[in-house]
């Protein structure tokens, strides 16, 4: 069986690693010539998987990596794994998977099977997918198969893989649904078949929206928190003892990464469509995206009470990369941050061991090398709080600090400092 994927980024490449694992002839295309030729000469560019996993799979026939797509022509299986942001205007911009399936179309064939893994709204497959695939004179369900998968890689998570997180498959048609689950049998332990592929579709929208909703909800319990004079970050490790019904949410500068503040939109966009309004969508995004300029008004607020301002003190945050650990940068609210303090006026600086240069409204940075101290600082602001950075450091040297992750929770600050926290 001769399964292609197309997109080898952190989701599509290991997934291309367990379908060859299985024993499966597996053909990976992407459009960076780079990606391709890398993992040709077993060279990995993903945090997860070390060299010696693709090394051995090229070595031995079982991995291939093509920037052309008649491969397809002969393949088996496609699984789509190509990016779905969203456009300046808000929208989902879809545009890869059309690109994708363009390239599947002319060379579909009796038998083949095509998997949607992108996270896209509802009716992706169905009002887009299937129509141009539908355009060969195939029938779904009988002559070729389609369904939707939702990715669910988590970069950087060392307990959950590919092979051991559940799969969710949903087919256009139930031999669509039984095709995709008996390939993805190969790659995965666990799969979930559900009834349609506008279902998996929803039950990826509801994984992430679940989060988004949540952290704006306790972002906004800390903006109250702090106007009642209650510590946020008490509150919920109390509630945490609660043994049921209640899973803790952090409240921090805003929501980062190319998937929690992306994939709701793309419901409430969908919903919006058809005229209606996902209120809490809505809501929960408001919220969050209002959390660089809370955070930013209250280090003014710090600086205030030292008797400075904004303008022309010296800020150090500490932590680019949207979550901890990781180097994407991607919607980090960090940026915003950084922004909002650059244009009042503050003379910026930022410290981060995986991201050694960025640009914030076209003025670029290199990252501060935090051995030279922090006491030249007015102010540094944890944003995004690395497992690296030194936090007794940072307490003993920094004479403000403002912590918007309680990462100092039990670190004694140091004669001189003073900490605000979130
Ligand atoms: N965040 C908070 N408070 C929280 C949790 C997260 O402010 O309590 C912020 C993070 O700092 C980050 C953003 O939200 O800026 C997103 O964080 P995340 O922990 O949700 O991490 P992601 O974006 O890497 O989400 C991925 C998702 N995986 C997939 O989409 C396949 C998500 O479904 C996972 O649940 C999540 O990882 C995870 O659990 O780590």
Redesign the pocket.
């Known amino acids: 069986m001769v399964v292609t994927v197309i997109g080898l980024g952190y989701v599509g490449l290991p997934l291309c690693i367990e379908f060859a694992r299985s024993g499966l002839t597996v053909v990976g295309i992407d459009v960076d010539p780079e990606r391709v030729r890398r993992v040709n000469e077993g060279e990995s560019y993903i945090l997860d998987i070390p060299d010696a996993a693709i090394q051995e799979l090229v070595r031995s026939g079982h991995l291939t990596a093509t920037t052309g797509f008649d491969v397809l022509s002969t393949a088996d299986a496609v699984c789509i794994c190509v990016p779905t942001p969203l456009r300046k205007s808000q929208d989902p911009d879809i545009s890869y998977i059309v690109s994708a399936v363009d390239e599947i179309q002319p060379r579909i064939h009796p038998g083949m099977l095509i998997v949607l893994e992108s996270?896209t709204y509802p009716g992706t497959t169905e009002e887009l997918v299937l129509p141009r695939l539908s355009e060969s004179g195939l029938e779904v369900g009988r002559d070729f198969f389609l369904a939707f998968s939702p990715?669910?890689?988590?970069?950087a998570?060392t307990r959950f893989g590919t092979r051991n997180t559940p799969k969710v498959i949903g087919g256009v048609t139930p031999q669509c649904t039984e095709k995709a689950t008996a390939l993805y049998r190969h790659a995965v332990d666990t799969v979930v078949p559900v009834k349609s592929a506008r279902a998996a579709e929803m039950v990826k929208l509801l994984?992430?929206t679940f989060?988004a909703i949540n952290?704006g909800m306790?972002?906004e319990l800390a903006i109250m928190c702090e106007r009642l004079g209650v510590d946020v970050w008490e509150v919920i490790e109390a509630a945490k003892t609660k043994p049921f019904g209640f899973m803790a949410?952090?409240?921090?500068p805003?929501?980062?990464?190319h998937?929690?503040?992306i994939?709701p939109l793309y419901l409430s966009w969908k919903l919006k469509t058809i005229n209606y309004t996902a209120r809490f969508i809505e809501l929960a995004s408001a919220v969050n995206s209002s959390m660089p300029e809370y955070v930013v008004g209250r280090i003014h607020e710090a600086l205030d009470q030292c008797q400075r301002s904004l303008k022309g003190s010296r800020i150090l945050v500490l932590g680019i990369a949207?979550?901890p650990d990781v180097s994407d940068t991607r919607e980090?609210?960090a940026l915003d941050i950084m922004g909002l303090l650059q244009k009042r006026g503050a003379e910026v600086s930022y410290a981060d061991p995986y991201v050694p240069h960025i640009e914030v409204l076209g003025q670029r940075y290199e990252a501060y090398d935090l051995s030279r101290g922090l006491e030249s600082f007015d102010c540094v602001a944890i944003v995004?709080h690395h497992a690296r950075f030194d936090y007794h450091q940072i307490a003993r040297e920094a004479r403000l600090v403002f912590d918007s992750r309680n990462a100092l929770q039990g670190v004694p600050p140091g004669p001189g400092c003073r900490i605000i926290t979130l």
Do not use: A, M, Q
Not at 254 to 257: A, Q
């Open positions: 996270t990715e669910r890689v988590d970069p998570n994984e992430n989060r952290i306790v972002n949410f952090y409240p921090g805003g929501l980062g990464g998937c929690i503040p994939d949207y979550k980090s609210p995004t």
